[in-house]
């Protein structure tokens, strides 16, 4: 099991946390019906682990999650490196709209404050680039909040290598979040480990900008917990999900295989050894698996123990190249950075 001393560092500006989070998404919202007293004493017993790094947003549960969050440290502050997003709010279609105007990222950090009882946010995220909005005026207004003492330091979620060159010109960034996992290999461009000129990941590197990645577990599919349709809640979002679906269900459970042959091996469960994958993707990695439950978090924090070798990496190299995965990311393409309208921006 981990311990409190296993932490990297994200940015070049001293963000220290934990060297795996937890995502707390799935406490509010998506993967079925949730347990608040569960979902308390998980993030306590994560704390317990030294899996101090957070990860909430404003848009989770519509503002649900950051209350869960908020009254689970309140006693643990301290302890803690607490990061929330902004910029996605729900709307009467049933889809997102994204706002970057600076008088929103004020409006937005204010509440998020308040819901998360707390004077200041350590880490604090656009969710999603608006391209309506010079990015420049957003991280602008999020500079501000810096100066103000009111965020510590500064992120961006799923942006562009474009974006992310411009926003580094105006602030410091410590984090870029994006999904990244041994199914969704996007962020490293089609030269592979950012070595691609436009490559997301070679230019958050390039900027010493530290990788969060979020679904490193492939949304629990990399786990082997999930072996038919039978396996996923009525209420889940994933039963509509593209990879969750249809052929590529069928197609994916392969690659699952795979991973669980190899996992076997090494003596590792399946999602551990899809999580030691991630965390040897560099020391500026801190990836953040979702749960809602102590015994999926006890194993997700084993998975720092997973060394693996070359030969190792090389296998899984093979079992799961870019483009593995059969199936969009999302339903609706636009919430990935790869189909926005920012992409070229």
């Not at 009882?117 to 969710?127: E, K, R, W």
Request: charged share 25%.
């Amino acid at each position: 099991m981990t311990s409190p001393a296993a932490t990297r560092t994200l940015g070049r500006n001293g963000l220290t946390v934990s060297a795996l989070g937890l995502g707390c998404m799935g406490m509010s919202q998506m993967y079925g019906a949730a347990d608040r007293d569960e979902s308390i004493a998980t993030v306590h017993r994560a704390l317990d682990l030294g899996v101090t790094f957070l990860d909430t947003s404003d848009v989770y549960g519509d503002g649900h999650n950051e209350e869960l969050v908020g009254e689970a440290i309140r006693a643990r502050r301290d302890e803690v490196q607490l990061a929330t997003k902004f910029s996605l709010r729900s709307n009467d279609r049933g889809g997102m709209d994204i706002d970057g105007r600076p008088e929103n990222v004020r409006a937005c950090a204010e509440a998020s404050l308040r819901r998360l009882g707390v004077d200041v946010i350590d880490l604090y995220y656009q969710h999603r680039v608006d391209p309506r909005v010079p990015i420049e005026d957003t991280v602008g207004a999020m500079a501000e909040l810096v100066q103000q003492g009111k965020v510590r330091y500064l992120g961006l979620s799923e942006a562009s290598a474009a974006s992310v060159r411009r926003a580094v010109a105006v602030h410091p960034i410590a984090a870029l979040q994006s999904e990244w996992s041994l199914w969704t290999r996007d962020l490293e461009g089609s030269g592979g480990g950012g070595a691609g000129g436009d490559a997301v990941l070679g230019a958050a590197r390039e900027a010493g900008i530290g990788i969060v990645p979020f679904s490193p577990l492939g949304r629990g599919f990399l786990t082997g917990a999930i072996t038919g349709p039978e396996d996923i809640a009525e209420d889940d979002w994933r039963r509509t999900h593209p990879r969750f679906t249809g052929e590529a269900f069928a197609a994916n459970l392969r690659l699952v295989e795979a991973v669980r042959d190899l996992a076997a091996g090494k003596g590792c469960t399946p999602g551990q050894l899809a999580l030691a994958w991630v965390l040897a993707q560099g020391d500026d990695v801190v990836p953040i698996p979702g749960t809602k439950r102590r015994s999926y978090l006890e194993e997700n924090a084993g998975a720092l123990a997973v060394e693996l070798t070359a030969e190792d990496l090389t296998r899984l190299g093979e079992i799961a190249p870019p483009g593995v995965a059969v199936g969009g990311r999302y339903a609706d393409a636009g919430y990935a950075y790869g189909d926005s309208p920012e992409r070229t921006s």
